[in-house]
């Protein structure tokens, strides 16, 4: 085997120019040392740490997403049975000169809201109906060309799974209402 090849094989440099004298690399490759941590680094690593484990522990003891990322994990801690249902909540508005209410996309671009954001306050938002103004509110402010609704429907549709699919019609049940102001 010729020198270059031993040299790409061994990670070698070429031999020093200087006769006699072995040059940095014609000595043995020596593995450097990692320089450790300070003290300051190890305690705010470990203050971050302790930090979001706090406020994990208390979003899963207070069952809320209001410490997003670190709230509630419940929606990852359950199976869903095969031969359940469903559910998703819905909103619907009734517009004047309209027969039925018209069901309005759940979202920040619709109503100002997004339908977890909700769905994480559902019995408070039932047991408080007059929470849904907001709502209104926003969907008048968003879309400026479109009539005032004048009730709010708070609702939720329930899909009957049979081996994990759907059978039937979804059931559509009313929530909650309110006159908007």
């Known amino acids: 085997m010729d020198e ?9 440099k070429p031999p020093s120019d200087t006769a006699g004298e072995p040059g940095p690399a014609d000595r043995p490759a020596t593995a450097t040392k990692p320089k450790p941590m300070s003290t300051w680094s ?21 069952n809320t997403n209001d410490f997003f990322p670190l709230g509630s994990l419940t929606q990852y801690a359950t199976a ?3 031969n359940g ?12 000169g309209e ?16 339908r ?21 509110d926003s969907f008048e402010r968003l879309h400026p060309d479109e009539p005032k609704p004048e009730e709010m429907i708070l609702c939720r549709t329930v ?9 039937g019609e979804p059931e559509h049940k009313v929530l909650a209402t309110w006159e908007v102001q």
């Open 116 to 136: 977890g954001d909700i769905e994480s306050q559902l019995d408070r938002v039932i047991a408080n109906p007059e929470l849904m103004q907001t709502m209104a």
């Open 80 to 82: 869903k049975d095969l």
């Open 85 to 96: 249902t469903v559910n998703s909540t819905c909103i619907e508005a009734q517009f004047p």
């Open 99 to 114: 027969d039925e209410p018209r069901r309005l996309g759940f979202n920040t671009d619709t109503v100002g809201i997004e």
């Open 4 to 12: 270059k090849k031993r040299r790409l094989l061994t990670n070698r």
């Open 159 to 167: 899909t009957q799974l049979e081996n994990g699919r759907s059978v």
């Open 42 to 62: 190890i305690i705010w690593r470990l203050g971050a740490t302790a930090v979001a484990l706090i406020i994990l522990t208390c979003g899963q003891f207070l």
